[in-house]
């Protein structure tokens, strides 16, 4: 009882201290939620206070922000047409399936399987959906992704100049250990080229409520993102390839249909750009376009990634109907076969995950919230562009990865625009229940520059 005496005084210390930060400075708390999964995505989980169960920091600041987030929806009740349905019936289905996992296969094995793609996911969103209307949480998440792939870029330039830039099939080691020749995952570079998106497609900054809002130029908002793709691209994961492609087209195709001129020559900049580097990256760039093409080539083999992947899916479904409709719970494993060699990690796609962990149920909830928030997204509001680019992206890259605890702040800050946005729509106060800006005309600076601010129907021009 006495050794347990320091940890707990220690936990309740530390517990005290986030919900402090987590209720009371909001910037700070999305900025620990980003940099505590990024950091235990590269650098591993850290020490652990073993209680019964290995406890890791992001454990505790993630029960911390779930906490929180439970704790406003006590107070201010669940808000309607936020699209928080759906991610409490996930909850609820990952706490079914992680009791079960503890009942069959001990407390540890389940709470290790459900921690990063479910508890950590799930907790981040609810987090951030539940913020008050009045943080203007469009910026802060903005400025932490931001914050977020600079550091990623510093940690890829680190690594590349302690292990040089080779192609995904080099078998680089560390110590005398084989180790992945890129610095950082795939959901770092994910994280990477949505930062880009943001640079591209969402609205500038409004410094003061009450003057004009001005777009910087053009060149100024594409470098950055260009910078960052040159990132995505020697990066190698080709998932993100894809992602960045798609999230481009769908945002040059959404900013045709929504008539943003502002934007629309933005993206194909990006896009022109983006694919004459990595063009003239494959043919003319020594050794660095030949990794890049070795990467391209591994593709098309017939023992690739993808068809090792495809064939570990097969063999990861559900045989009974009762798995289909349930899951197998948290602790079970992933065991299984492929090439004749037994593979015991993920099943790299994040609907197989969610099918095997916890049934169909959970693919009808998660798809239904991606349907519902696309179509409540489909006004001329300013970031409706931007969160439905990132959300078509996060769909294509969840079919070779899992979720990772980041995409649950972009989840969250979805469901927040909707919540204040409908709220504002209630109050008659615009889009996030703030008065129109009336906006003079820009001396000296092209007429296209000025962002126009949001107004509400029937108030007088």
Request: proline share 5%; aromatic share 8%.
């Amino acid at each position: 009882m006495q050794q347990l005496l320091p940890a707990f005084v220690m936990v309740s210390a530390v517990t005290s201290g986030l919900l402090w930060i987590l209720i009371r400075h909001h910037t700070v708390g999305v900025l620990l939620v980003m940099a505590a999964h990024a950091w235990g995505s590269v650098a591993g989980q850290g020490s652990a206070l073993v209680l019964g169960i290995h406890v890791y920091p992001a454990d505790a600041l993630s029960l911390c922000a779930a906490g929180v987030g439970l704790g406003r929806l006590l107070v201010h009740g669940v808000p309607r047409r936020a699209g928080l349905g759906p991610l409490l019936g996930l909850g609820a289905l990952t706490l079914c399936s992680t009791l079960r996992g503890i009942g069959t296969f001990g407390l540890q094995p389940a709470v290790n399987d459900a921690r990063m793609s479910s508890w950590y996911l799930l907790a981040a969103a609810l987090y951030t959906a539940t913020m008050p209307a009045e943080v203007r949480l469009e910026r802060v998440v903005g400025r932490a992704w931001g914050a977020t792939a600079v550091a990623y870029a510093g940690l890829c330039l680190i690594g590349w100049a302690r292990h040089g830039l080779h192609a995904v099939t080099y078998r680089a080691t560390a110590d005398g250990a084989v180790i992945d020749p890129r610095p950082v995952p795939a959901a770092a570079a994910l994280v990477l080229t949505q930062a880009a998106v943001l640079w591209v497609y969402a609205p500038a900054e409004q410094k003061d409520r009450t003057e004009a809002v001005v777009v910087p130029g053009r060149l100024r908002r594409a470098a950055p993102a260009l910078v960052l793709l040159l990132f995505v691209v020697l990066l190698q994961h080709r998932t993100v390839w894809v992602v960045t492609v798609a999230m481009v087209m769908v945002g040059f195709v959404l900013s045709t249909v929504t008539r943003k001129r502002g934007s629309l020559p933005a993206a194909m900049a990006v896009l022109s750009v983006s694919l004459v580097v990595l063009m003239y990256q494959l043919g003319a760039f020594g050794t660095i376009g030949n990794a890049i093409a070795t990467s391209f080539e591994e593709v098309r083999r017939s023992n690739s990634t993808l068809e090792w992947r495809l064939a570990g899916w097969q063999q990861l479904l559900p045989r009974s109907t009762a798995e289909w409709l349930s899951g197998v719970p948290f602790g079970s494993g992933y065991d299984r076969v492929v090439g004749g060699s037994l593979v015991t990690v993920g099943p790299h796609n994040y609907y197989v995950h969610l099918l095997l962990r916890l049934g169909l149920l959970s693919l009808v909830l998660l798809i239904g919230w991606y349907v519902l928030t696309w179509r409540r997204l489909s006004s001329k509001g300013p970031w409706d562009v931007t969160l439905r680019v990132l959300m078509a992206g996060q769909l294509i890259f969840f079919v070779t990865y899992s979720a990772s605890p980041e995409q649950g702040v972009l989840l969250g800050l979805c469901m927040w625009y909707l919540r204040t946005r409908a709220a504002g729509a209630a109050s008659g106060s615009g889009s996030h229940g703030v008065p129109p800006i009336q906006l003079p005309k820009s001396a000296g600076r092209p007429a296209d520059d000025v962002l126009a601010a949001p107004t509400v129907r029937g108030a007088s021009r």
